[in-house]
């Protein structure tokens, strides 16, 4: 879908339509929804290669793990459990969107919010109508602790999603934020044993690889690009260690669909790459 907008301004609408709607209808069929609310589409059968057939002509593709030496990489997932109590409230939240914690109402009005719910309560606290932090399980707290004993000193770079996450991690350990240049230049000197980001603050070309090789999702996102660009944090040319990236997930919750989601989202965007890579050796470019 996102395709649309980038050969929208490339030719004007000639490959892909004009406009959006016209494009969606075309090559998209409802996916998920509630009555007349569409929350996501799916390709119709033969989109994809139709999609990827108009475009060819002017879309070549470079992985850079093809050109370039890249450091070998391992992907962990580390699965939690909650408690019966725990996985009952979570249970509730899912089903009845609404949820008493301490006296204090947790409510979900549509989908996208029960979503951000969920995802919090995996992570191990949720946030009120007054944005008070409620926690209700330190499982991936302990599991991260067990990763920072098991890197035996060597720097680990932690990627966060919600502020109490932040907060939570920061109460138990000692860790370091990367905000500014100066932190950027300390982690990459090796004087920072724990350092934490927000995926939406690893831009394109944040350099962090000479710092450490360890990265841990201690909460996920939806997006596929930012997830991927944290990663290239760290799995970049010019890192001399394997890459680890963990990811800590609460099993029978949302983390379990996101991981599959973004799973799936590499999926597809590799077939797309794919289809329109450049063969250097062939000659095709």
């Known amino acids: 879908m996102d395709l649309w907008a980038e050969f929208r301004l ?20 409802p996916d998920k929804r509630n009555q007349q609310m569409i929350f996501s589409y799916k390709p119709k059968p033969g989109a994809e290669e139709e999609i990827y057939r108009r475009i060819a002509d002017i879309t070549i593709s470079m992985k850079s793990k093809e050109y370039l030496t890249m450091p070998a990489l391992v992907r962990n997932e580390i699965h939690v459990q909650l408690s019966k109590p725990e996985r009952n409230m979570y249970d509730t939240m899912c089903s009845q969107l609404v949820l008493s914690l301490d006296g204090k109402e947790i409510d979900a009005v549509n ?28 499982r991936k707290l302990d599991a991260l602790e067990d990763i920072l004993e098991g890197a035996n000193g060597k720097p680990v770079l932690i990627a966060y999603w919600f502020k109490h996450d932040l907060i939570r991690i920061q109460q138990r350990f000692t860790v370091r934020e990367i905000k500014t240049s100066q932190d950027i230049t300390d982690w990459n000197a090796g004087v920072i044993p724990v350092a934490i980001l927000h995926p939406a603050s690893a831009g394109h070309g944040l350099n962090l690889q000479q710092g450490g090789s360890t990265l841990v999702w201690f909460g996920l996102t939806w997006s596929l690009e930012l997830y991927q660009q944290t990663n290239a944090r760290l799995w970049r040319q010019g890192q001399t260690d394997t890459v680890i990236i963990h990811h800590i997930l609460t099993a029978g919750t949302i983390d379990e669909t996101i991981m599959k989601s973004l799973k799936e989202k590499n999926k597809t965007q590799a077939a797309l790459i794919e289809a329109v890579r450049a063969n250097l050796q062939g000659g095709s470019l």
């Open 10 to 29: 490339l030719d004007m609408g000639q490959r892909l339509g004009r406009f959006i709607t016209h494009y969606r209808s075309e090559f998209f069929q």
């Open 111 to 138: 989908a996208a919010a029960l979503s951000n719910k969920l995802c919090q309560m995996a992570n191990g606290a949720v946030y009120d109508e007054e944005k008070r932090i409620i926690p209700i399980h330190d």
